[in-house]
């Protein structure tokens, strides 16, 4: 179980990151996957409103089409019959009925056979007539199965036509009714008359209602929808269930769909969500009803959309992986450029590989270039970290020389012959002091206070020595002593200005003066050691000076250059050491450096 | 794992979406059924004090040998006052005959009088119309077994002995009666009851005084031209046929010139004798078709049909189950007579 759980855990941080949204491939896919898709739905919805439309017009016209060929085919037929019907006034029909009506039995006799035999071969024109027949006013029918006794008050066709003048001579129309057999026929008949237009019977046609199906029960509108007929007195003559024929139509559709239906092709909405499309067969009154059924529509309908959907479906997996493949082709140099940083980032002598010559490419060589220059300035840092080290070495080395040591334990000595007691003291303070800030506990950097102590107890120091040869003034801001310099800067600077400048002159009076303070900007420290000794051939000042803002001469002028030369692998190219004359004699050296908290 | 969560649920969303705008609704049945009670079509085809009504179901409306028994049956009816329907089918069909009743039965009719063509297939119709409270009888044709009130018609085992009594006695008196005849039979319909027992009284009436052998039985189906056209057609294949027994006159009904090669055999010694005394019949019996008729009372069968119907209908008893109407008989000694006091159909 702990072993599924881990599995299942491994998996999900997989998935995880795989698709990190914030990765750019994650990104790329869904956007890609996004844009084609959306115009495709968009496209998938409008054709579906459009084509739902469309198939439903199609549904409504060939509905229509379809009622309008029933109402043919029906109007064919019952030309057809009405045809046969103008045999009414045969000689033999015209003299059944008065013999009949006489009572004439055996005079009829002749008669009787020849109408059934000519009724008989009527009936055999068409498959459907069940009966072809003759009925007197005296309710006496013959037909094609005998003769019989006829009520006329329950027979529709007779009464109609009974009821109709001479004039009217079209054909009536009874909807189905079981004939004398008992089976169901609907009967087409047509008045006749005597010489003096007084109505003598009819003839009539027995139709099987078979034929209602034979018209309409092939029909299919769609799978289930379909065909029926509903008479005058809105019962359904023909419905392809035969349960339902004889039933009321209102009963089928709901009262409500009984109305407006005086025009052709009435649409209607039917119980059953069915389209109902409604024509009149004038001859019979008939109402020709196509029903389809709506949900087939919506059955078509899916079908498309289920075409669409697994268009779209298969297009957006395909888009997917096509995004994937080329997420992958686009985001693998940079994983390997990412691969490549983060290998650099431990071992800066690797490269990033370059497979392709596109913006990745370019950025892969411009990361080399940029590797390159980074190993470059590393080679540079390092050595002018070494050069540092060295020319600091070398610093430390010129202010512990023995000839300074041995001068000021001569000094010592020679003040305490003289039982100067208190200046040995303070001597051996100021040497111990200066040793000490030379040494720093190997610290590169040190406050300027330090600095400004540290040249302090060497000119100190150097003032035992040289008695009242010359003099020296400290001047440094307030807020300078706590900003940081690096050290022995100012010791070398204050040495030269007493061994070449004011220890020269031939008379007291020398002055060396060390100001610090900010420059104009405030970001600049500066440091001057002016003397007002015997000053210095402007060549040679110029020398110094060309010797100070090139590198690399610090053989010359060692002292001074290697203070230069500290500052500036520190600080920058920027700063450093510059001389100048001292007005009235002497010279000034103007150290520069950045304010360092 | 936000944006994972976030892809995953749009795209089930956008599935979702479309697979629930895809859903088709269950397609309805074909028809809706839930309607209201049906209303009966059609009512009686009767009023309700309407008069008592009787159907006669002859074996098919185009035999004339029913003429005279349509009319003295409606005659008859319209003496007694009651309505008689006269139905069937046009030509020879039980199958139809039986929808006829059905549907006599369908419409209640008081009486119903059958002309049997096949016993087999009308019997249960004629049971169902007796279960249905009909009077039911049987007239020229019987159905035996079935649960008819009466039979009116010719004795026909009566008739075909009689036809063979006189085969005989013609035979006989030509000097054949030691020879061995070939014999040929029409009948009508070969299920047809009547016909059959008018077969197998004439075939017993025979039985040990000649020696026929029956070589053909030919079934017109009651139709009077293919009567003639199968006698003709039998003659000339069989020109050596001896005897003629006709079950029927239909071969006669028509025009007889429409039957030379029969007349040659006729005039070459062939003998006939022939079931129907109708007018057609005599006259070609007279020219020489048969030697010898044997007629029924078809006038009689419509008049007692009726009566003895309208008498069950209105309970009274009927006399006898068997209501035999008697025989014609006829040869050349009352030919003429006969035929004066006959008249022809005349129905073309």
Redesign the interface.
């Known amino acids: 179980m702990t072993a599924l759980k881990s599995v299942f855990a491994g998996l999900q941080n997989r ?2 990151n795989t ?4 990765s750019l491939r ?1 990104k790329f896919i ?1 956007s890609f996957v996004a844009l084609s ?1 959306i115009p495709m ?1 968009i496209l998938a919805t409008f054709s ?1 409103g459009v084509y739902h439309d469309i198939l439903q017009q199609n549904i409504q016209s060939y509905t229509s089409e379809v009622i309008d060929r029933v109402d043919r085919n029906l109007e064919i037929y019952l030309s057809d019959l009405e045809r046969i019907l103008e045999l009414r006034n045969d000689y033999y029909n015209l003299q059944f009925i008065k013999l009949s009506l006489a ?1 004439d ?2 005079g009829n ?2 008669f ?3 109408l ?2 000519n009724l ?1 071969n009527i009936r055999n024109y068409k498959t459907e007539l069940r009966d072809v027949s003759i009925t007197t006013i005296g309710g006496v029918t013959i037909g ?8 006329l ?2 027979n529709k066709l007779f009464q109609t036509l009974a009821n109709r003048t001479s004039k009217e001579n079209s054909i009536a129309i009874w909807g ?3 004939d ?3 089976g ?1 026929v609907f009967s087409v008949g047509k008045a006749i008359h005597g010489d003096y237009d007084n109505f003598l019977g009819m003839m009539s046609i027995d139709v099987d209602v078979e034929l209602l199906d034979r018209i309409c029960g092939n029909i299919r509108l769609g ?2 929808g ?1 065909i029926m007929l509903v008479d005058e007195d809105n ?1 359904i003559i023909y ?3 035969p ?2 024929i ?3 139509i ?3 559709l709901g009262e409500s769909s009984l109305t407006d239906w005086q025009q052709d092709f009435t649409t209607k909405m039917g ?4 389209l109902i499309r409604v024509k009149t067969f004038a001859p019979a009154n008939w109402k020709i009803i196509g029903l389809s ?1 709506r ?2 529509l ?2 078509e ?2 079908k498309i ?2 075409l669409a ?1 697994t268009i ?2 298969s297009t ?1 997996l395909v888009l997917t992986l096509m995004a994937v493949y080329f997420a992958h082709l686009l985001t693998n140099p940079l994983k390997e450029l990412q691969q490549s940083m983060r290998q650099a980032s431990e071992d800066l002598n690797t490269n990033a590989v370059i497979h392709t010559m596109d913006e990745i490419g370019e950025l892969s060589e411009t990361f080399n270039q940029m590797l390159a220059r980074i190993r470059q300035l590393m080679n540079q840092s390092v050595q002018e970290q070494e050069k540092m080290r060295r020319t600091e070495m070398r610093a430390l080395q010129e202010q512990i020389k023995p000839h300074f040591i041995y001068n000021t334990l001569d000094l010592i000595i020679g003040l305490l012959e003289t039982n100067k007691n208190e200046d040995v003291i303070n001597t051996v303070e100021a040497l111990g002091a200066f040793f000490r800030t030379s040494l720093s506990h190997g610290q590169e950097l040190i406050t300027i206070r330090e600095e400004v102590e540290h040249v302090r107890n060497y000119l100190y120091i150097q003032k035992i020595r040289h008695g009242d040869k010359y003099n020296y003034l400290i001047e440094v801001e307030e807020q300078l002593l706590n900003k940081k310099t690096i050290k022995l800067i100012l010791q070398p600077i204050v040495e030269n200005a007493i061994y070449h400048g004011v220890r020269e002159l031939e008379t007291a009076g020398g002055l060396i003066t060390i100001k610090g303070f900010f420059m104009e900007d405030a970001n600049t420290v500066c440091f001057q050691v002016i003397d007002n000794g015997v000053g210095m051939d402007p060549a040679k000042m110029e020398d110094i000076n060309r010797c100070l803002r090139e590198s690399g001469t610090e053989q010359r002028y060692f002292g001074i250059s290697n203070v230069n030369e500290r500052i500036r692998l520190a600080f920058g190219p920027e700063y450093g050491v510059e001389l100048s004359a001292t007005p009235g004699g002497g010279v000034t050296v103007t150290i520069k450096l950045p304010v360092v908290k | ?4 969560r ?2 995953c649920l749009s ?1 089930l969303l ?2 979702l979406v ?2 629930l ?16 009670e ?2 009966p ?7 309700k004090n ?1 008069p008592i ?1 009787i ?1 006669i179901v002859p074996k098919s ?2 035999n ?1 040998v029913f ?1 005279d028994s ?2 003295t049956s ?2 008859t009816a ?1 003496e007694l006052g009651v ?1 008689l ?6 030509k020879v069909d039980p199958d139809l005959q039986v ?2 009743i ?2 006599l039965i ?2 209640k009719v008081d009486g119903i009088a059958i002309s049997t063509s096949d016993p087999e297939k009308i019997r249960k119709v004629i049971d169902k119309a007796v279960a249905a409270g009909i009077k039911v009888a049987t007239i020229d044709a019987d159905c035996p077994g079935s649960k008819r009130l009466f039979y009116c018609g010719t004795d026909n085992y009566k008739a075909g002995w009689a036809c063979g009594e006189a085969m005989v006695k013609i035979v006989t008196e030509r000097g054949l009666a030691h020879k061995r005849l070939r014999t040929a039979i029409l009948t009508g319909g070969i299920e047809a009851h009547n016909l059959n027992e008018r077969i197998r009284g004439f075939q017993e009436a025979v039985a040990g005084k000649l020696d026929l052998e029956y070589v053909a039985l030919l079934a017109c189906d009651d139709d009077t031209t293919t009567g003639a056209k199968m006698v003709e057609a039998y003659i000339k294949e069989h020109p050596e046929t001896d005897l003629f027994f006709f079950a029927g006159g239909w071969a006669f009904f028509g025009p007889t010139e429409s039957m030379p090669l029969y007349q040659e055999w006729c005039n070459n010694g062939g003998i006939a004798v022939s079931m129907d005394t109708f007018y057609s019949v005599l006259q070609a019996a007279k020219k020489g078709f048969a030697q010898a008729l044997v007629g029924q009372d078809f006038r009689k069968m419509g008049v007692l049909t009726v009566k003895y119907l309208v008498d069950a209908i209105q309970g009274k008893p009927v006399p006898m189950e068997y209501i035999d109407t008697g025989l014609e008989l006829a040869d050349e000694s009352n030919f003429d007579q006969l035929l004066s006091e006959k008249k022809p ?4």
Not at chain 1, 19 to 22: E, M, S, Y
Not at chain 1, 144 to 151: A, E, I
Not at chain 2, 21 to 36: H, I
């Open positions: 998935l995880v698709f990190k949204l914030r994650t869904l898709t739905v579906y009572g039995v055996e006799r002749k009787t056979f020849r059934w035999e008989n094609c199965y005998g003769v019989t006794h006829t009520d008050s329950q189905p009714h079981p004398w057999l008992g169901p799978k289930t379909y019962r419905h392809p269930n349960e339902l004889g039933k009321m209102g009963a089928l119980p059953g969500n069915q059924n949900f087939e919506a059955t309908m899916q959309t289920r959907l779209i479906v957006i | 794992m936000k944006g994972v976030i892809f795209f956008l599935c479309l697979s705008s895809m859903r088709s609704p269950a397609l309805s049945p074909d028809y809706v059924v839930a309607v209201a049906n209303t079509v059609s009512g009686s085809f009767y009023p309407r009504t159907a409306l185009d004339p003429v349509m009319e409606m005659q319209k309505n329907e006269w139905v069937g089918p046009f929808k006829i059905e549907g369908w419409r159909w005349e129905m073309k």
